[in-house]
Every structure is written in structure tokens, then in C-alpha cells.
């Protein structure tokens, strides 16, 4: 029997906000998804020895990936959400990457996990791959592709300047909605 070529479709859709804390007692830099209230940048909580500071908030989103032809689930829970790579670091392997498969006609999205990182929480080629197949199942890829990056290939996320698109509707070809509740002036957020 032939594997499935699956038709993925996004379910459990969870808009949020990804909150950036750092610590000045250690200088770590930790992360989470909320789904309703974010803190105000500034606002700082003592946790033990560490002193957490809110130093940013991005709106993002979350959901998994359904088949539709054999309902196989792939969940994202470790996932933060896209950025979209302004070449801000020369020298950055997304940058790099992302000039080469330009001339090709293929846009690049990097794929963010949470902050500390974690080996276990990378991005496998497999799961990278079954987002691309999402993206460029709904698109005329003839004209363009869509590869997705993970974020383990950006050595020092505190000088990138990429973009947070935190918007489904950023992602697709499909004009949005009238009344879609989503605010069209603000559809990406820089996170620097």
C-alpha cells in the first residue's frame, strides 16, 4: 500500500502573544506563549535569585497540522511562530540561505521554538518539511516556493532584527476578510 501524500491543514489555531523575559541577575533569556494577557514591557517579578524582566511581547500564534486524507496529527506545541528574515546579519546562515534560494523564487520563513533553547525542542528536517509541504500545497509553485528555516541556524538572536508575522492571514493567498477582527495596519512586529 502506497504512503499517504498527505493535504495538511492547520487546526487548533491558539492566538497569543510570545513574551521575552531576561534576567538581571543571570542575564538569561526565557520565553512563553500566552493565549490572553501579556505583562507591559518593564514589568519585572522576583523568581528565587533570578529577577525577570518583561523586555518584549509579540502578538504570534499556535496550532498543529491535520491530514486530511489520513488524519494524522503533527502538533507544533513547541512552536513560537515564524519570522521573516530582514538580512540584517550578513553573515547569518538564514541570510545566507535565504540570497540563494532568492533565485530560485523561493521566500524563506524561520520556524522559532522557545527561549532557553532546548536540543530537544529543535526543528527536525522532517517537521521543517512537512510545514513547507503545508505552505506550498496552497500555493502556484510555479511562480514561488516557500522554504521554512529553523531558528537554531541564527547564532545570536539578540542582533537579529527579523519580523514576527503573526498573522494567518500573512501566510496565505487568499485576500482576507472584512470583518476578520484582525487588525490589517499591524500585521507583523518587530520583536527588537
Known sequence: MPECQHLWEM???????????????????????????????GDAYLEGEHTWRCMENAQSFQFDLRCAKCNRVEKYDDFMGFLYCTGCLP????????????????WVLVAFSFFPRKEKDSFSP??????????????????????????????????CKGEFIHDVGMLSLEPPKENDGIDKKHRTQSIK
Open 11 to 41: 487546526i487548533n489555531i491558539q492566538f497569543g502573544f510570545v513574551v521575552f523575559e531576561k534576567c538581571s541577575h543571570c542575564n538569561g533569556l526565557r520565553t512563553y506563549f500566552s493565549p490572553k494577557d501579556h505583562p507591559i514591557v
Open 91 to 106: 553573515d547569518c546562515q538564514v541570510d545566507i540561505i535565504q540570497k540563494k534560494l532568492e533565485t530560485q523564487k523561493t
Open 126 to 159: 522532517e517537521r521543517l518539511k512537512i510545514l513547507e509541504d503545508y505552505f506550498n500545497q496552497r500555493r502556484d509553485t510555479s511562480r514561488s516556493r516557500v522554504a521554512i528555516l529553523s531558528y537554531d541556524l541564527i547564532e545570536d538572536f539578540s542582533r
